[in-house]
């Protein structure tokens, strides 16, 4: 009798459970599907905060990991340097982007929502 052993729950299997997908992408959808039904796009914009931002704060904490790696503090006969520096640059790609929606939504829903207040409808 062969024992097996299972490999331990990592964070990308605790998001990809159905709860954990509701929470994150349940929002969201929520605030599209209204958006859609109400014709004003600005009640999306939430939305993409709700996504940005806990992205933006996961791949800000993974670059601090990386940091440790690139400072010299870790031994380089872990992982190839290569595999590290794409890992690098994706996780950094992923940060501008993911900060540049969190700014850009921000700053939309701050300008559309003070619009509406102003003109007393929905400008998007």
Same mark, same amino acid.
């Given at each position: 009798?062969?024992?097996?052993?299972?490999?331990?729950?990592?964070?990308?299997?605790?998001?990809?459970?159905?709860?954990?997908?509701?929470?994150?992408?349940?929002?969201?959808?929520? +605030?599209?599907?209204?958006?859609?039904?109400?014709?004003?796009?600005?009640?999306?914009?939430?939305? +993409?905060?709700?996504?940005?931002?806990?992205?933006?704060?996961?791949?800000?904490?993974?670059?601090?990991?990386?940091?440790?790696?690139?400072?010299?503090?870790?031994?380089?006969?872990?992982?190839?340097?290569?595999?590290?520096?794409?890992?690098?640059?994706?996780?950094?790609?992923?940060?501008?982007?993911?900060?540049?929606?969190?700014?850009?939504?921000?700053?939309?829903?701050?300008?559309?929502?003070?619009?509406?207040?102003?003109?007393?409808?929905?400008?998007?």
């Amino acid at each position: 009798a062969s024992s097996r052993t299972s490999p331990p729950n990592g964070l990308l299997q605790q998001l990809l459970s159905c709860p954990a997908l509701g929470v994150i992408l349940g929002p969201p959808c929520a +605030m599209l599907l209204i958006a859609r039904t109400s014709n004003c796009w600005l009640l999306s914009l939430p939305g +993409m905060l709700w996504l940005s931002l806990p992205l933006c704060l996961g791949t800000a904490a993974e670059i601090l990991k990386l940091w440790s790696y690139w400072d010299g503090r870790v031994q380089l006969t872990e992982d190839w340097p290569g595999l590290k520096l794409a890992q690098t640059f994706i996780i950094v790609l992923l940060f501008a982007a993911s900060l540049g929606l969190l700014f850009f939504a921000g700053a939309a829903c701050i300008s559309g929502f003070r619009k509406w207040d102003d003109e007393g409808s929905c400008p998007y």
